[in-house]
Nanobody, 122 residues
Framework: VQLQASGGGLVQAGGSLRLSCEAS????????MGWFRQAPGKEREFVAS????????RYADSVKGRFTISRDNAKNTVYLQMNNLKPEDTAAYYC????????????????WGQGTQVTVSS
């Protein structure tokens, strides 16, 4: 599966952005989807994941209550709605896919999209 992330940009603290990640192929609904982020000089970190039919979601503690992951299997797309953004959310955001893994270890995800940059100004 190939992944294409979009929706990043520059926003002021307290603002919102919605990231999208469109997947190619006809088996999108059989993949767990995740979002990760990586700031300069830091390791890639888990943000959120969502199971095949959206019945299960997971979030990093740092984004709980502010970010929401969702998916539309008919559109082969996963979303990350980001509200009340903070300067520490500034990073390149990546979407990832795996057949079964729903956890937070980046190395367990088999497919990755290119990053989309999110910059939050104070």
């Amino acid at each position: 599966v190939q992944l294409q992330a979009s929706g990043g940009g520059l926003v002021q603290a307290g603002g919102s952005l919605r990231l999208s990640c469109e997947a190619s192929g006809r088996t999108f609904s059989s993949y767990v989807m995740g979002w990760f982020r990586q700031a300069p000089g830091k390791e890639r970190e888990f943000v959120a994941s969502i199971s095949w039919s959206s019945e299960s979601t997971r979030y990093a503690d740092s984004v709980k209550g502010r970010f929401t992951i969702s998916r539309d299997n008919a559109k082969n797309t996963v979303y990350l709605q980001m509200n009340n953004l903070k300067p520490e959310d500034t990073a390149a955001y990546y979407c990832a896919a795996d057949r079964s893994y729903t956890g937070s270890y980046a190395s367990r995800y088999d497919y990755w999209g290119q990053g989309t940059q999110v910059t939050v100004s104070s």
